[in-house]
């Protein structure tokens, strides 16, 4: 009775160790994200972004507390873009379109207002709202592309967390008709 005892503890043991574990759910390392809070933060989010092109196509940006405008003097050359008009009409869209043409410009880029000339400079802002059971959380991801015929040319994306609820209902589209017109 000794023997068939040990030899059932000893056959467990074995098809124990043949068993694999099942993997064990675990999150994310610990990340941070920044927050839309104000409209200054869109400026910063339009700074970062003409930062980025300037970086991609023309090479480091100047650096902090040199004037952009004599930076941009040197022997780089000038790119010309033209900066899409946004898809959607809502107030951060415009306030975003604004603030981005405005840092281009100071970074030496020509902006033109012809979509036939430069390369187009588009962009979009994805809204993303979880509802969590303790909350709504609103998050904004940006995409911004750099476009040469039909290739990108640069590509841009980043996600903003967007902590209070008048910022996202300002980046919602702005409520639009289709209106038929009929002739005679």
Request: with cysteine.
């Amino acid at each position: 009775m000794k023997i068939s005892s040990a030899l059932l503890v000893i056959l467990c043991l074995g098809l124990g160790a043949c068993t694999t574990p099942m993997p064990v759910e675990t999150g994310y390392p610990l990340t941070y994200q920044q927050k839309m809070q104000s409209a200054h933060h869109w400026d910063v989010m339009a700074i970062d972004v003409a930062n980025w092109v300037h970086d991609a196509l023309i090479g480091p940006s100047p650096e902090p507390g040199e004037d952009p405008a004599i930076a941009a003097q040197d022997d780089r050359p000038i790119i010309t873009l033209y900066v899409q008009q946004p898809r959607y009409e809502s107030s951060a869209d415009v306030a975003f379109h604004n603030l981005l043409t405005t840092h281009l410009v100071e970074r030496g880029f020509a902006i033109t207002t012809n979509p036939s000339v430069g390369y187009p400079v588009s962009y979009d802002m994805q809204v993303v709202t979880d509802r969590l059971p303790e909350t709504t959380r609103h998050e904004v991801i940006l995409n911004v592309s750099v476009m040469n015929a039909e290739s990108y040319l640069i590509r841009y994306s980043n996600i903003y967390y967007v902590g209070d609820k008048s910022q996202y209902i300002a980046m919602q589209p702005s409520a639009s008709r289709i209106i038929e017109v009929v002739g005679p």
